[in-house]
């Protein structure tokens, strides 16, 4: 398995299910760095703090893409999975095609021989870090290629994040929200409860005072999610409400989360580090259509 490290998995668990994780670029103050060599979670929020502007992520080059599945292909495999980013807020998927079609057309004989598989999650951070580690346990356990694909499918068309942040700074500075919003939502003590779902972020209600943030993210995720599924919390420097968030949704679903997960770059430089969300399991929305 390979994926983009957007996904935020920890590195033990990346190490222990054998996933390659490929560090995305990110220029910070003019510096070139990149996620997970440079800095990885709690530091990245130092550095956040520290910059005279908002640092920037881009996608891993075409070229870097074809020279790692070149790399397993020359290895002997016959089939590679890379799970992107969400591909309405970044290249990192068409980048990937991109280097696919490039190693096939340096190596032929490679389009057989090694099937490259390029999946766009729809979504950021451990909603689909959560399906990645899940692809590469059946790996490992020795299921096919088709069956991990059939899963992820089945995943990524259900998967849904509620999120909200405790300060709109960084949601002015990047753009998400405008200047005259984030004065008036902080003079009011406004907090926006957001979702992503197959890719689009809205917000879906706006909650007066921090209390109010957890009890309205697991509202959403008690009525969204499919029940027994598995989920998982996220959190920026805001560990303690990341603590509450956990300990109310194992009492709203019953059983604990799978985790509790540090967010990464890619949602913090338009976020800020304090932000907690939840990442749940919905109804499967393609094959609910008719």
Same mark, same amino acid.
């Given at each position: 398995m390979i ?12 190490a ?13 103050? !003019? ?6 060599v ?8 130092e550095?956040?703090a520290g910059?005279?502007?908002?640092p920037?992520t ?7 893409f074809?020279?790692?599945f070149r790399?397993?292909?020359?290895q002997?495999y016959?089939?590679l999975?890379f799970v992107?980013i ?7 998927y068409?980048a ?29 951070t ?7 580690i899940?692809?590469?346990q059946?790996?490992?356990k ?23 942040v ?8 990047? !753009? ?19 979702s992503i ?9 706006k ?9 309205a993210?697991v509202k ?19 560990k ?13 679903? !019953?059983?604990?989360?799978?985790g509790?997960?540090?967010? !990464? ?18 109804k499967?929305?393609?094959k609910g259509?008719?």
């Amino acid at each position: 398995m390979i994926t983009d490290s957007a996904c935020d998995i920890p590195f033990d668990l990346a190490a222990e299910w054998d996933i390659d994780v490929l560090p995305i670029p990110i220029t910070v103050d !003019g510096r070139a760095c990149f996620e997970r060599v440079d800095f990885a979670f709690e530091s990245f929020y130092e550095v956040l703090a520290g910059t005279s502007s908002i640092p920037a992520t881009s996608h891993i080059t075409s070229v870097a893409f074809c020279e790692k599945f070149r790399e397993y292909y020359e290895q002997g495999y016959t089939d590679l999975i890379f799970v992107a980013i969400n591909s309405k807020g970044s290249e990192m998927y068409n980048a990937a095609k991109m280097g696919r079609e490039q190693l096939y057309d340096d190596c032929p004989e490679a389009k057989e021989a090694c099937k490259i598989h390029i999946i766009d999650s729809k979504n950021y951070t451990m909603s689909y870090g959560m399906a990645v580690i899940r692809a590469a346990q059946m790996a490992q356990k020795g299921a096919e290629a088709a069956d991990i694909l059939d899963y992820l499918e089945d995943y990524f068309d259900s998967a849904e994040i509620y999120f909200s942040v405790y300060a709109l700074d960084y949601a002015k500075k990047s !753009g998400r929200i405008s200047a005259a919003a984030a004065f008036m939502g902080e003079m009011l003590g406004l907090r926006p409860i957001m979702s992503i779902i197959d890719g689009e972020i809205k917000i879906i209600e706006k909650v007066r005072g921090d209390k109010n943030v957890v009890p309205a993210l697991v509202k959403y995720a008690k009525e969204r999610a499919v029940p027994s599924t598995p989920y998982c919390v996220m959190q920026g420097v805001t560990k303690e409400e990341g603590g509450e968030l956990a300990q109310r949704m194992e009492k709203a679903f !019953g059983f604990a989360p799978y985790g509790r997960f540090q967010v !990464g770059a890619a949602i913090t430089i338009n976020s800020g580090p304090k932000v907690v969300a939840v990442c749940i399991t919905g109804k499967n929305r393609k094959k609910g259509r008719g």
